[in-house]
């Protein structure tokens, strides 16, 4: 085994605007939780890095796919002054990349395979949450590990997967041997790699968005992997229609492909008119806005559970945006309907089920609009700051 | 209109046993709550009635299919000293049948269809509650009419299905239009009839088991009619593996066509092995007790979830037994486990949602393993004290 | 029993507005869903009514005490245009009333009592709901009457309380004699006409928030009658800390005596802050919006949410308001939180249980600052347009 | 400071009975997870031990106060053959112990105090969780600590608190400063070492049973320890109605001092008719089985919610027991009942809610009925195998 390896490498350098104040968890110089107010001119170079060594409670994994996330492309896209558009933990320079899975190769004596709750001996198929909670602050202790005070990210401010190979702790590591009845060769590795996106959605709508009932009506707004994946999970739970919005013809036909039943065009059609039509007047009992645009899309949302019947609506927000959402509350009150907000993909039981269900049929990997190599993933990050038409680019190596 | 029909009517006599004392509810020598202490020598007759009108909040539906189901086989069983075998509120004589659909005739002025919150008009296709809760009681203003305090029940002390015409509430009937994109002809009757079982079920698994999150394992004890059910709306909910355990041939491949992913004979292979097996030494989720043999089933449910890993497992009990199930309360505690018990189809948007599933390709018909008329419905009451092959013969009119 | 009686009877003037369009539960001339579009030139007299005629389902009560609620000042307050400014379901004329507690006088038939399953006998001291819910439409139905779609309210499009006698459906009617040992005299009438708004409280904060668990800490934002009594029901549920904001010091004084640990004046102190502070800096688990000022009360409900450490968090949203929440989907993601809209006070329990509190000790009658009689309901009713130190005036009769 | 300390040592004699095998976390000669078929003959020894040095992720607490919980007696106690009764993981020697507070002296690097998320200084009040959950198992990861895969347990195979020193992973710490202002001197010291039982109670019936709603009522059955702090914490939630069942009069004075509303004595009195009586015919919402006796206590609780008119009641299993319930599915089913198992005490944000609601005024200190001093546990340990008089026997440092 060679003891280097290249990695995708994301730098950048450390110039914090005039308002920045170190946070308590920030480090002078390398590691920010405001990444947009501190990181400028990023650039993506492929170098050498040692291949890490496990710790005791950690697996050495020979990466084998791993997918490119928006989140890679704004840490490493430009303002017009030069900062990252990436606002969150950020720490350079960093290897990016962590939807990914991969072969365990070696395992400290403490790793042990939570799938069978003995230690991992090598050879295992798995992946990784990108999450790295502590275990230890409340949020952990409560259960919650999604709200980590004390969250490192895989990709972000720890070293990521694109690269030959990561170490991780065992403890974020899943087993993947479950779909190898469904998938041969390389196709097991592009399925495991969509599990951390797919458990981005299933924490959604099944974990915070609490699911819905076999006959239940859902909307999805926004057809991105997080949108696209709902609707596979959505329709999997027994939605009688799942309903996507999303103007983009690609996506639009994948998402009818993964489980829609039906597309609306919000920029051709009238969104409400059409959720009540093909609900029979009745709305939707779970909408998922994935879109990012609130101030577009949830004014929308509100007047379909105005108008429409159901009662005991659910709106889940996963999609970050700045702007406000205007909220009637008289809808949420005369409705009874909820408003939820969802990040991360870990704990709950999330990351097991999704696998479950890709071993049962749930086939994510037509998500995978191109394949490319470990070379190609710097120019293709750059290249998805504007193509809309790929949903997800997948390194395989 | 001919202003008479012929019914499937049951006829017994009033011999109360000594023990029996007229409860709040009963009327002497017409009704009781206590029905096997009371009804002697039981005969079913084809009768001529009056053909019933409707109340201002009633609707005269023409029926044109009804199902047998195991209550109207236990209400005409005598056993040894001539009593009728079923236990619970009866008042004869009394037209039988409760699984029914049909086509709306005639409509009180304040009888309205909820699909549509506005008065029926007649032509409805629709099917009903059999559960007349009253909605005024303690239970029914608190949301739960399955536990109504002055419940009646159609086909067991109101006249029921098995004739020409039937009035009902409005409040109890339920419009299916939505599932004429998916039937044609007779079709649409025959899985109307079915909503009545199938709601059973979906209560027993959804709204009492609390339901699945996708990739769950589920183990149905049982293949009658509501453990048939059980497997398809699970299936539908996204459980990874639907285990079924029957040792009937036929009740297992059916089990299999309606969405069982395995059968396991429980008299020829060890249940707690084979679950254990097919999980991947996890064990299931939800446990479905629709066997009504509780001291055989529940200590090899309680194995499996003892030596399973899966913890915060929910056991339903929905088949009727008089034995106790023997429970060690410490395999409740390790696994974090729940036993719920479960009765009745009404409330909750059952009824609607299994509609709303069957619209969407949920197809319940291939339940139907007989079909028969209006005058062969008393010697098919009679044969299945004995025949556990068919398992549901509908009498299509 | 004389014939007729006096009752408080609001009159106006139907005048529609030229957008003005006749909905599907309106009658011209009588009743409609808009009421602030139609009525105009409210006057509230006292005028001669029969006495009225109790219906097979139903009980002739004897009202006893009647509160004024915030709708009927609106009902009774005329714009710059001389509209009333009550926007919802209104019928004139029509006598006021519908926070009472009486004695059974008569009974039908078929009127019976849920807290014992036996028909009324007279003599019953009860209260009642004021929603009129059909509880045979779908929401009904399903089990959410607080949402029923041919409503009915007592008070509003039906004759209310401020009358000697009120015929209420006997599903509405609960019993009141467990509040015996609490109460003699005329207390007893006093905290029974209670009910009803500490049930609106209690459907928002338990049965819509979800309740607490001990320990949890609430903050409520204004002292009105509803947020009172949710300090009052929060202590009671086992809150740390029931924090109240409100600025009228007359209130302020009211939520400590009802159960509120602390009150912050948000005019003169910092909200956000001032709850940081008294929670250690973990915020609240839940909050209720209960001044009909989101615009102002949601950002800082908000910021407390986005600086406090406390995951989880609830924000219930029950008084009316016309302006747009401003809502930061991130600080719902971040934070794990939602909003939740409530209304009503039916169904679930809410009565029974409020009642049953009172019985072990949670005294509402404090929140009566004034007491009158029949003849001076209608100048206390003009004069609470302006008056914002009486909690509740309330009729005795 | 001294290097080394007493401790309350346990040996025993490592002698496995015939039909042993050693399990996947047992360790020949030293520890085991089936105590009563492998030690024999235990001795509790007071014996120096060298103070423990806190790894960087642990505190040095000096202990201040630790009650004797029933499995120190039990792990202490021989049968008929000499083996400990005491069942389950046990690592023998171990110094006892694990209900305690005391202060930190030293902490590592990593160690934080989850109340401030800031490293813990020295001098913070505190006391500990009593199950070292890993953190990193599948239920750890899942979110439920007390159901972990690879669990150590303070006291049992890794060493107590009944010792001047104690080091524990700061993760399993609480910070008790906000009882400072309720409590003065030697007593928050003795508040916060009833924490761990307390929440054992708190886990049992509300997190597992999902506590109550205000003005519901609950049976509790049995008031050793965890029956009584379920009396406090149940009242507390706003039952109306809480009722303990306890023969032995010291018990039944303190559950009523500690929140009882009314006890029944089942060996003097028909519980079942008292129950109903005390609840107006309508039995509880939430029943405790903390007696350890299901095959008497069971069939009784079941009987009340037969025949009581409350429906959705919950039955929470946390006393352990080898004899089955004889449980009737009917009862489940046709009074929407369930019945669930409870274990542990950590996880779901419980020890810090019991601190909260103890710093709002949940004063537990009655239950320590004898206090005495380290040199005097060896004997008291021994005494408590027959006196049932005792609740809680504290030792003060």
């Known amino acids: 085994m060679s003891k280097t390896m290249k990695g995708v490498t994301l730098f950048a350098d450390w110039d914090p605007k005039p308002d920045f104040k170190l946070g308590p968890k920030d480090i002078e110089g390398k590691q920010t939780y405001l990444g947009s107010k501190v990181w400028r001119n990023p650039r993506i170079e492929i170098v050498e890095h040692p291949v890490p060594e496990p710790g005791p409670d950690e697996v050495l994994i020979e ?9 890679d492309v704004h840490m490493a896209q430009p303002d017009e002054e030069g900062y990252i558009l990436y606002p969150g933990l950020t720490g350079f320079p960093c290897i990016l990349g962590h939807e990914f899975s991969g072969v365990v190769v070696k395992a400290g004596e403490r790793a042990f395979d939570k799938r069978t709750n003995k230690p991992f001996k090598g050879g295992e198929i798995v992946c ?5 909670w502590c275990g230890q602050c409340k949020p952990c202790a409560d259960g919650y590990p999604n709200h980590c005070e004390r969250l490192n990210e895989v990709g ?3 070293n990521g997967a694109f690269a030959k190979y990561i170490v991780m702790p065992a403890k974020l590591v899943w087993n993947l041997e479950s779909l190898k009845n469904r998938y041969s060769g390389d196709d097991i590795f592009l399925a495991g790699s969509l599990v951390e996106p797919t458990s981005v959605a299933y924490n959604a709508v099944i974990e915070r ?33 799942v309903i996507l919005s999303e103007p983009q013809p690609e996506r639009a036909e994948l998402g009818k492909k993964m489980g829609a039943d039906y597309v609306i065009n919000p920029l051709k059609e009238d969104f409400v008119q059409r959720v009540l039509e093909l609900t029979d007047g009745m709305g939707a009992n779970l909408y998922l806005e994935a879109t990012g645009l609130p101030t577009v899309v949830y004014p929308q949302i509100e007047k379909v559970i105005w108008e429409g019947r159901t009662i005991n609506s659910t709106v889940v927000v996963v999609a970050r945006a700045d702007a406000k959402m205007p909220v009637t509350g008289e809808v949420l009150q005369v409705r009874r309907a909820r408003i939820i907000g969802a990040q991360g993909h870990s704990g709950h039981g999330t990351f097991y089920r999704v696998i479950e269900c890709m071993a049962d049929g749930m086939d994510m990997t037509p998500m995978i609009t191109k394949k490319i190599t470990l ?17 997800k680019i997948t390194c395989v190596m």
Chains 1, 2, 3, 4 share one sequence.
């Not at 990466?63 to 989140?71: D, L, N, T």
């Not at 009506?217 to 999997?236: E, F, Q, S, W």
């Not at 070379?375 to 949903?391: A, G, S, W, Y």
């Open 128 to 132: 990784a949450e990108e999450m790295m």
């Open 156 to 158: 972000f401010n720890v």
């Open 375 to 391: 070379d190609e993933v710097p120019q293709n990050i750059i290249n998805l700051r504007t193509d809309r038409k790929e949903c």
């Open 63 to 71: 990466v084998k796919a791993c997918g490119i996330c928006g989140s």
């Open 209 to 241: 968005g609490g699911g819905i009932r076999p006959g239940d009506n859902v909307v999805v707004c926004g057809g991105g992997p997080v949108g696209i994946a709902a609707c596979a999970i959505l329709k999997r739970s027994g939605a009688a229609r």
